[in-house]
Nanobody
Framework: QVQLVESGGDLVQAGESLRLSCAASGTIFIINAMGWYRQAPGKQRELVATITRSGNTNYADSVKGRFTISRDNAKNTVYLQMNSLKPEDTAVYLC???????????????WGQGTQVTVSS
C-alpha cells in the first residue's frame, strides 16, 4: 500500500518561515504530479501549489512569491518552503500525489494525514 507522510508543521510568528516535507512510501511504480493543499477551520480545502514530475509548478495567487514547491523524485518526496508567513496561512497542510502502483495501473490520488501550520500575529 501507499502512504504519504507529512512533516514540518509548527507554531510560528508572522514573518517567519517553515519547510514542509511529504514522503511517499510503499508499492510505487511512478509518481506523477504532487501537490500541497490546505484546509482552515470552517473553510474548504484549497490548492496551495502543485509540481509535475518534470518540475513545472503552479501556485495559488495567495502564496505566489512567498512559497516554493520542489520535489526529489529519487526520494519520492515533495517539499514546500514557506516564507513570510501570515496568520491567514494557518491551516492543516495536506500532501497529494498522483501515483501508479504498477506499470499497468491507472493513476490514483493519494493523500497524507496533514500537518498543522499555525501562524501567530
Amino acid at each position: 500500500q501507499v502512504q504519504l507522510v507529512e512533516s514540518g508543521g509548527d507554531l510560528v510568528q508572522a514573518g517567519e518561515s517553515l519547510r514542509l516535507s511529504c514522503a511517499a512510501s510503499g508499492t510505487i511504480f511512478i509518481i506523477n504530479a504532487m501537490g500541497w493543499y490546505r484546509q482552515a477551520p470552517g473553510k474548504q480545502r484549497e490548492l496551495v501549489a502543485t509540481i509535475t514530475r518534470s518540475g513545472n509548478t503552479n501556485y495559488a495567487d495567495s502564496v505566489k512569491g512567498r512559497f516554493t514547491i520542489s520535489r526529489d523524485n529519487a526520494k519520492n518526496t515533495v517539499y514546500l518552503q514557506m516564507n513570510s508567513l501570515k496568520p491567514e496561512d494557518t491551516a492543516v497542510y495536506l500532501c497529494n500525489a498522483e501515483i501508479r502502483v504498477r506499470y499497468y495501473s491507472d493513476r490514483e490520488d493519494y493523500w497524507g494525514q496533514g500537518t498543522q501550520v499555525t501562524v501567530s500575529s
